[in-house]
């Protein structure tokens, strides 16, 4: 079975920190990667996605990608209490199919 | 404005009975997926369709159906063989012919079975 695994945390940390969301994945077939923010009692809204290896910029956030060592993370800078929610972490896999990691909890503390 | 709508957005029902999510798309997107959510995990997938008249299961597809007869509807079908079907469901689309496209999601059906 194929899977993205993440910290549950919860991930604490101060307003106007850096916020590190960090997740693994085990098919290296996979080929796209994606960050999405869940509220609590919504549905996933898409942060970022990257398909390549290094960093990519978003305003405040950077998704960053090792295929080597199968590692995804974001990094929030700035972070303010708007940021707090659940982080779900996905991949592609066989074809057209995207599996989810459990997510990390994010507190931002004003 | 283009999106997915999931009705209803609460369902209640009595075990045993058989019960259909509704989903509905204007993007003009191919591929359509249906997740399931429990609290304080993430998204485990359990049917999806690529095409008009074809749909794959997906992880967990036991318990569940699914009918793809127009491109704007994919709706879900949790029949009395699911064990566990109080959920969160979501259903999502994207473009479908290019492999990796994101996922947009509706806002989702809370069901619950008693």
């Known amino acids: 079975q194929k899977e993205v695994e993440q910290n549950s945390g919860p991930l604490s940390v101060p307003e106007g920190a850096i916020a590190s969301l960090n997740c693994t994945y085990s098919?290296?077939?996979?080929?796209?990667f994606f960050w999405y923010r869940q509220y609590s009692g919504k549905s996933p809204e898409l942060i970022m996605f990257?398909?390549?290896?290094g960093d990519k910029e978003d305003g405040r956030f950077t998704a960053q990608l090792n295929k080597a060592s199968q590692y995804v993370s974001l990094l929030i800078r700035d972070s303010q209490p708007s940021d707090s929610a659940t982080y779900l972490c996905?991949?592609?896999?066989?074809?057209?199919?995207?599996?989810f990691g459990a997510g990390t909890r994010l507190f931002v503390k004003a | 404005d283009g999106g997915i709508t999931q009705s209803p957005k609460y369902l209640f029902r009595k075990e045993g009975q058989n019960v259909t999510l509704s989903c509905e798309q204007n993007?003009?997107?191919?591929?359509m997926y249906w997740y399931r959510q429990d609290p304080g995990q993430g998204l485990r997938l359990i049917y999806y369709?690529?095409?008009?008249?074809?749909?794959q299961k997906g992880d967990i597809a036991e318990g569940y159906s699914v009918s793809r007869e127009k491109k704007e509807s994919f709706p879900l079908t949790v029949t009395s063989a699911q064990k566990n079907p109080t959920a969160f469901y979501l259903c999502?689309?994207?473009?479908?012919?290019?492999?990796?496209?994101?996922?947009?999601f509706g806002n989702g059906t809370r069901l619950t079975v008693t």
């Open positions: 996905a991949a592609t896999t066989g074809g057209f199919k995207t599996i």
């Open positions: 098919d290296r077939g996979s080929q796209s």
């Open positions: 990257i398909y390549s290896n």
């Open positions: 993007l003009n997107h191919d591929a």
């Open positions: 369709s690529q095409i008009v008249n074809d749909f």
């Open positions: 999502a689309s994207n473009p479908g012919r290019v492999n990796g496209s994101p996922l947009h």
